[in-house]
């Protein structure tokens, strides 16, 4: 069974399309006006093994907000969808991801309750000309509407894309393991409550 969603989100500030399949191969198309957010979300796709669409158009002329967060809760909301009911899945993933002098950890626990803890000290404030406040915009808005919790901590780093690039691949790869299933579970829905 291909686990995989498609979500649309139009609002009067941005429209968004996201296609996903969480048992991927690591591809991703790409448009949203924002080269350097592309680069991260490449990341999730390949180190996540998922293949991920992402079309967005937003106020850009006003800033990246909108845009970044709205694909944060289309994101979200098009796991939440292709994951189900998380029968059969190990539920909890966790990495430590290097870049250079940078280093992240990312846990992840798919318990149906949003939930961010993001410890991120960026050593300046643009990549480029890409606003790094809006990395905690894009994941609070992955949290709300994936119904997860996650946690966040860029432990080292001097340079802000090193950092940023950490968090990225690191998120993937606890999504990753978190996703992934469990041959031990058999279909189990993993939690004493019977439901996540």
């Not at 690591?26 to 006006?33: I, Q, V």
């Not at 290097?98 to 960026?122: C, K, N, T, W």
């Not at 919790?149 to 999504?175: P, V, W, Y």
């Amino acid at each position: 069974m291909t686990r995989a969603a498609e979500v649309v989100r139009n609002t009067k500030e941005t429209q968004i399309r996201v296609k996903l399949n969480l048992d991927g191969r690591g591809s991703a198309k790409l448009s949203t006006g924002l080269a350097f957010l592309e680069h991260m979300l490449d990341q999730v796709a390949r180190h996540g093994m998922l293949d991920l669409e992402i079309e967005a158009k937003g106020d850009l002329h006003i800033d990246g907000h909108h845009t970044v967060e709205d694909i944060g809760i289309t994101l979200g909301q098009a796991f939440a969808k292709a994951i189900g009911d998380k029968a059969g899945i190990r539920r909890f993933g966790h990495a430590y991801v290097p870049l250079d002098e940078a280093l992240s950890r990312v846990v992840i626990d798919f318990s149906g309750r949003p939930g961010l803890e993001y410890h991120v000290g960026f050593t300046r404030a643009l990549v480029g000309d890409f606003d790094v406040d809006l990395v905690h915009e894009f994941f609070q808005g992955f949290v709300n509407h994936a119904q997860v919790t996650l946690h966040i901590d860029n432990l080292r780093g001097d340079n802000s894309h090193h950092q940023c690039e950490t968090m990225f691949k690191a998120f993937a790869r606890a999504l990753r393991m978190a996703a992934e299933a469990d041959p031990r579970a058999a279909g189990a829905i993993p939690s004493t409550k019977g439901a996540l």
